[in-house]
């Protein structure tokens, strides 16, 4: 069993993709139409692009701590749906303030914006820049509603990519609990791997057995398939002899000729 819980795939998700182009079109909707008349000392200004942010880091956040703690992580997943939910709230305000009502699901506007799908991310080797690119490059799908004049469109299109992000959030906390009950958590993870550990060390022999090829000593490892214990070179991998690990009271039979 692996102790620690990988978490870097979240980035490859549409969620978390749609929650960066909410935060990038969220500061340039308050930019362009949030100002000292509608808008008097910045209060609205800070909550939006303050609960944008909020709904993209906490998602990353919370992703990162599933390595140890599933408690925490859906705690700060919690939090991030939380802010996006109240981002679509501002948003609905907005339009009502403008005594306009969000387009209906089933109107060519929205229709538009439900349609697009994005593409599947291709980071390459250098994750930071090619998140940056790929985020950029799906914002793009969104336009021109996204860099239209008109405040309304562009209100009601960060409301539907916020109503898309949220639904496949709530998809991905309901997997993460899921995933919860079935393996459990990283105390019982802990103990776990902690057992298997002092298991092993009771079975292995006083000495590890000398490579069948070169005669350096092997060390214990683990085939990636079944988890099967066996005997490896410790100069692996200049020299890829192995010995077969058996239970203590029997013999120990190399596997390859030197």
């Known amino acids: 069993m692996e102790l620690f ?21 969220t500061g340039h909707f308050c930019s362009s139409f949030l100002n000292a008349r509608n808008d008097p000392g910045g209060r609205t200004y800070t909550q939006m692009t303050h609960a944008a942010r909020s709904g993209c880091r906490n998602f ?3 992703s990162e701590r599933l390595m140890t703690s599933y408690a925490t ?16 709230d501002d948003y609905n305000k907005f339009l009502m303030m403008n005594w306009q009502a969000p387009w209906a699901m089933d109107s060519k506007e929205a229709r538009r914006i439900y349609g ?5 991310p291709d ?7 090619g998140i940056c690119l790929h985020v950029m490059a799906q914002f793009r799908k969104f336009e021109p509603e996204l860099s239209s004049e008109d405040g309304i ?17 709530d998809k991905y ?7 919860f009950v079935e393996k459990g958590g990283f105390r019982e993870r802990l103990g776990t791997v902690r057992s298997e550990a002092r298991t092993q060390q009771n079975h ?21 398939k079944d988890n099967k214990p066996f005997w490896g070179c410790s100069d692996y991998p200049a020299c890829r002899g192995i010995v077969e690990y058996l239970e203590p009271e029997k013999s120990l039979m190399p596997l390859s000729k030197a």
């Open 123 to 129: 980071y390459g080797n250098d994750i930071n820049r």
């Open 153 to 169: 469109a562009r209100a009601n299109t960060l409301l539907i990519l916020i109503t898309r992000t949220l639904n496949m959030m």
């Open 60 to 62: 990353a956040e919370g």
């Open 5 to 25: 819980r990988k978490s870097a795939g979240y980035r490859f998700l549409d969620a978390y993709v749609l929650a960066n182009v909410v935060e990038l079109g």
């Open 173 to 179: 906390i309901k997997n993460i609990g899921e995933e």
């Open 204 to 224: 292995e022999p006083a000495e590890a057995p000398k490579c069948p090829k070169c005669g350096s000593p092997t060390r214990l490892r683990k085939t990636r």
């Open 116 to 120: 697009v799908r994005l593409d599947a």
């Open 73 to 88: 992580a859906l705690e700060l997943l919690d939090v991030a749906r939380a802010s996006l939910c109240e981002l679509r």
